[in-house]
């Protein structure tokens, strides 16, 4: 016969140990707000290159830690989430309308505030901020473009990106 008591006992313990206030916070970033949805099915890792290629990722993994609100783990300055590629597969496979990447996109965001987030991030940043671009464009492009035959690349609208970028 199962033991009620200790059954209860574990539920009210692990009730306890899920950090309600990192859900909320999860909760109110964009994207984040399906990640209680999730059921644990694991779909979203079959087809998943991240989990494929590195033993850290795994997106059922990341969405049990937001379920139980593991602040840390998830948005800390080791977190896993950076392997995530934003290939949107996972988005494709999730019975659940979860959503999963849209969830990483809301921690790293979160990482961004908390100032966790790796510094490779901090410099795309910085050169998307200064330059509108992800990577530098150098004159070794502009000349293998024109070797291919094709266009000039346009100049960034720098005036636009910083209405963009205005809190
Ligand atoms: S978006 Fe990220 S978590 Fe989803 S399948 Fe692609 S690499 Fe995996
Ligand atoms: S995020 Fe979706 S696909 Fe992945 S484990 Fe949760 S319910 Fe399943």
């Known amino acids: 016969m199962p033991n009620l008591r200790g059954f209860f006992h574990q539920a009210e313990m692990s009730t306890k140990s899920i950090n309600y206030e ?92 908390k100032a966790t987030a790796a510094s490779e991030v901090n410099q795309i940043v910085e050169s998307v ?5 992800t990577v530098k464009i150098t004159s070794l492009s502009d000349r293998r473009r024109k070797e291919l035959d094709l266009d000039e690349i346009k100049a960034v609208p720098m005036g636009e990106l910083e209405n963009l970028f205005e809190p």
């Open 22 to 113: 990192f859900k909320k916070r999860l909760n109110s970033t964009l994207g984040g707000e399906a990640h209680s949805y999730c059921y644990q099915c694991g779909a979203c890792v079959g087809d998943c290159p991240a989990a494929m290629y590195s033993e850290d990722f795994n997106p059922r993994e990341i969405l049990l830690q937001a379920l139980l609100g593991n602040e840390e783990a998830l948005t800390g300055k080791d977190s896993p989430i950076w392997n995530c590629t934003n290939c949107y597969t996972c988005y494709e496979r999730c019975p659940q309308a979860v959503r999963p990447v849209e969830v990483i996109i809301a921690l790293k965001n979160i990482c961004y505030q």
């Open 129 to 133: 901020r200064t330059t509108g671009r």
